[in-house]
């Protein structure tokens, strides 16, 4: 089980063009690291952006036309902004729910990382 203590997170929405990312509205991929190197991933969506999908598949026609709708690695989180994002995974951690809900990856490859040379 990671250490409550260590870890780092990046959240694919921090990358965004400024402007494109609305925390009351959105999902992002977020991976925690931990201090012994090991990944995790899971997928954040705020529960108003559960409807603006359902109300865009209606309208595409996927997922059944809005039928259902599914994300791996799914959290469901109020807003998705980088405090409460923090706060969910260090709360996941302390109540031993962490590697229950995000799915562990494999190492980096070194040679993809720049600060490795």
Known sequence: MPQPRGHTLWIEAEEWAPGE???VDDNTDVIVTFADA???VATFLSYANIQTLTEKNR???ECLAGAYFWASDMILIDEVS???????VQHLIQEGEFEAIFTYLPPADPSDNDEAN
């Open 38 to 40: 090991s990944r995790w």
């Open 82 to 88: 980088r405090p409460r994002i923090e706060e969910v």
């Open 21 to 23: 990312w609305t925390p």
């Open 59 to 61: 309208r595409t026609g």
